[in-house]
């Protein structure tokens, strides 16, 4: 199951593909945001895929996590299978 699509039954949230500010190139880039259910005014977390560029490319995503007012450690880098599982074991919480 795609990050986002198990993202979805915990929180709400936004996948953007937009260009990353510490990237040199104009390549699009996955942003997920993600917001507590029914608040969407500020995102917890912003997640960004770095894959390829922080991290060797290979057949699963790692992302940067962008920290907004959540628990997490901003700039943490995450796989897929860490997203999920802080996801499922209530990780990403409000401060």
């Known amino acids: 199951m795609k990050v986002e699509n198990y993202l979805a039954k915990f929180f709400d949230i936004d996948v953007v593909f937009d ?3 510490h ?3 104009t ?3 996955q942003h997920i945001f993600v917001y507590e259910k029914g ?3 500020e995102p917890l977390i912003i997640l960004v895929d770095v894959t390829g560029v922080l991290v060797p490319a290979s ?7 962008g920290n907004i007012y959540s628990t997490m450690q901003h700039g943490q880098l995450m796989t897929e299978k860490e ?3 802080a996801a499922k074991n209530g990780e990403m919480k409000a401060k």
């Not at 057949?59 to 996590?65: G, N």
């Open 27 to 29: 390549a699009k880039v």
């Open 83 to 85: 997203v999920k599982q």
């Open 39 to 41: 608040e969407d005014c």
């Open 23 to 25: 990237r040199n190139d």
């Open 19 to 21: 260009t990353d500010m």
């Open 59 to 65: 057949d699963v995503k790692t992302f940067r996590v």
